[in-house]
């Protein structure tokens, strides 16, 4: 009798997870062929953007040192709570020492500007960049040369 029993009770659970198994939501050819999101910004570094002269460019694509466009993320320079852009340790470490390096001139009012909050536009000669001090300084210096 007790194996009876026995023998019952593993059928009957052995019944209810295949049932269980076999009620799961199937999943369909669109939802098993949706792209996953890459949420890693480190596999997100090695993405390649290429941009046109007069586009804006982020920060980050730009070397702040050498002033030019890169078209990979350049390495991030925390200092007193701003992100500046370095492409090797050298730019990395002169960016934190010296502060000439973390400003530019805005070309429209030809005054400083902190590179780490400027507007940046590809300027289209060998990959070098303006910064400005807004979107608006750069479309009234483009309309003053014509552009």
């Known amino acids: ?40 910004q480190e596999a997100l570094a090695h993405i390649r953007l290429t941009y046109q002269p007069g586009d804006y460019v982020p920060t980050e694509f730009v070397c702040m040192m050498t002033d030019e466009y890169r078209e990979m993320r350049q390495r991030l320079v925390l200092f007193e709570g701003r992100a500046y852009f370095g492409c090797c340790e050298k730019c990395q470490e002169l960016l934190t020492k010296n ?13 400083p500007v902190d590179k780490a909050t400027a507007y940046i536009v590809l300027t289209g000669n060998n990959d070098k960049v303006m910064y400005f001090a807004s979107e608006e300084n750069y479309r009234r210096f483009a309309e003053n040369r014509g552009d």
């Open 99 to 111: 502060a000439s390096m973390r400003t530019a001139i805005d070309p429209f009012t030809s005054k």
């Open 1 to 40: 009798m007790r194996r009876i029993l026995y023998a019952f009770c593993i059928a009957a659970v052995s019944g209810a997870l295949l049932t269980a198994c076999n009620n799961a939501p199937e999943k369909t050819a669109a939802s098993r062929e949706q792209p996953q999101v890459v949420q890693d």
